[in-house]
């Protein structure tokens, strides 16, 4: 299964300069937050595949304009072909605000997953806005990762973990790809296309 999973910025080259052949032989698109809704109500009228998303910490416009066609996956497992997708929105809480969260309150939302987890059998792709704790995270607080989803890798050792915020444009270094365990983790920043299947992603991106 192809997946484009997108984040944080849209892209030109899909919604300015958008040819359909782009999204020829996608199955899937995963957005991990902190895109404008209008951006992903356009990708859906063009392909005939689900856009999955999560919110971001700026997507507080989403509750006046959602994103038509979508299919919000927070807090949920999604099942797509066979494909467990678990979704956790949102950022580490560093101002008052919507999609914001302790550690603690991340953990709660984590803990009243745990029939769902168990009747599914853990989870395929790990769908977040925020990386984890220490795992391509920034050391400040509104870019810090979350301890709880280092906890869910370690636990579940999912085949994928997705996330964005932190951008690839920002001044610290941050990687489009890393591994944690067994997990291949992709930061979505802006687009990134990979083959679920693949053992080595990182060599074959799109």
């Not at 998303?53 to 509750?63: I, L, R």
């Not at 099942?79 to 949102?90: D, E, H």
């Not at 914001?100 to 987890?117: A, C, G, N, V």
Request: aromatic letters at 16%; charged letters at 25%; a neutral charge.
């Amino acid at each position: 299964m192809r997946i484009l999973a997108i984040a944080d910025e849209e892209s030109k080259s899909l919604w300015d300069y958008f040819d359909k052949s782009k999204l020829e032989g996608i199955d899937l698109i995963i957005s991990c937050g902190d895109l404008d809704p209008r951006y992903l109500s356009f990708l859906v009228t063009l392909f005939s595949g689900p856009v999955l998303y999560v919110h971001g910490n700026h997507d507080e416009k989403y509750k006046q304009i959602p994103p038509e066609g979508c299919i919000c996956i927070e807090d949920q497992i999604y099942v797509y072909k066979g494909i467990r997708i678990l979704g956790l929105g949102g950022s580490m809480r560093y101002k008052p605000g919507a999609y914001q969260y302790t550690e603690k309150e991340m953990k709660q939302r984590i803990s009243k997953l745990w029939f769902r987890l168990f009747r599914k059998r853990g989870f395929d792709i790990l769908v977040t806005h925020a990386p984890a704790y220490q795992l391509n995270d920034g050391r400040d607080l509104p870019h810090q990762g979350f301890q709880a989803f280092r906890t869910l890798l370690e636990k579940y050792q999912p085949k994928y973990f997705l996330h964005g915020h932190v951008h690839l444009s920002y001044g610290r270094i941050h990687k489009r790809y890393d591994k944690y365990m067994n997990t291949h983790i992709i930061n979505a920043y802006e687009r990134c296309v990979f083959d679920f299947e693949d053992e080595n992603p990182q060599e074959h991106f799109f």
